[in-house]
């Protein structure tokens, strides 16, 4: 099926990979990048709705493989979330793998956010009239999105593969987010420490993101070892 599916995208994307471009043809691309960049005030990527990350990156770039990473707990879902709601909300179509959390729980996670309501009285539905106010606005905001999430538990490079090809040709999506990249799966090979499946599956996603022409965004666990040194924790 990913054969297949692989086939069907190079013919519908009119695949560049089999033919040899001369400078001048790359010099005029570039140009005609710089100009449209110069008239969307320098946001040349998918926007992230945070202007710090906007100043240094320019929205994040095809074809890029981008790792929000960080001590567990320490909020990578929460951000990524706000990142893929800011994207869609300016009108760009965003996927998300969801290994960790299934799908009621992320979009708990986007009223909440969305609504200024704690997520917790939001799972409970235990919420004043105001609240109850303000999330009914967030689901009317929210509802017409361009977000696509699959919470399938530990998918594997070729799912996230196939899945991401269908998306693209389905939605037209510019960006996918997976969380996260160490519960993703990957076939065991003799003599493979999980290391090196790790280092597999990034270095498939990367291949993936150019593949695709769109920014691939993995969230990946740092180790807790920092905390037990002393001095300062940050990583």
Not at 49 to 67: H, K, M, N, S
Not at 151 to 164: E, I, M, N, W
């Amino acid at each position: 099926i990913e054969v297949a599916e692989k086939g069907v995208m190079g013919i519908s994307m009119n695949s560049s990979m089999s033919v040899d471009e001369e400078l001048p043809s790359l010099l005029a691309k570039e140009m005609n990048r710089m100009e449209k960049a110069s008239k969307m005030d320098g946001l040349i990527g998918v926007t992230s709705g945070f202007t710090t990350i906007y100043r240094v990156t320019g929205g994040w770039q095809e074809p890029d493989l981008i790792i929000l990473a960080g001590r567990p707990g320490s909020g990578k879902t929460g951000l990524a979330v706000c990142l893929a709601v800011n994207a869609a909300k300016a009108g760009i179509p965003i996927g998300v793998f969801s290994l960790e959390m299934s799908s009621s729980q992320l979009i708990t996670r986007m009223i909440s956010g969305e609504s200024s309501v704690n997520s917790m009285k939001v799972r409970r539905a235990k919420m004043h009239d105001h609240e109850w106010q303000q999330v009914h606005g967030s689901l009317e905001r929210l509802s017409d999105l361009p977000l696509y999430l699959d919470d399938t538990p530990g998918v594997s490079l070729s799912y996230v593969r196939s899945k991401a090809r269908r998306w693209v040709r389905k939605y037209g999506i510019k960006m996918v987010i997976i969380d996260y990249l160490q519960l993703m799966s990957s076939p065991a090979i003799k003599n493979k420490n999980r290391e090196q499946e790790v280092a597999d599956i990034s270095k498939g996603l990367k291949i993936l993101a150019k593949e695709l022409g769109i920014p691939v965004m993995p969230l990946s666990q740092l180790s807790r070892a920092n905390e037990l040194r002393g001095g300062s924790k940050r990583p």
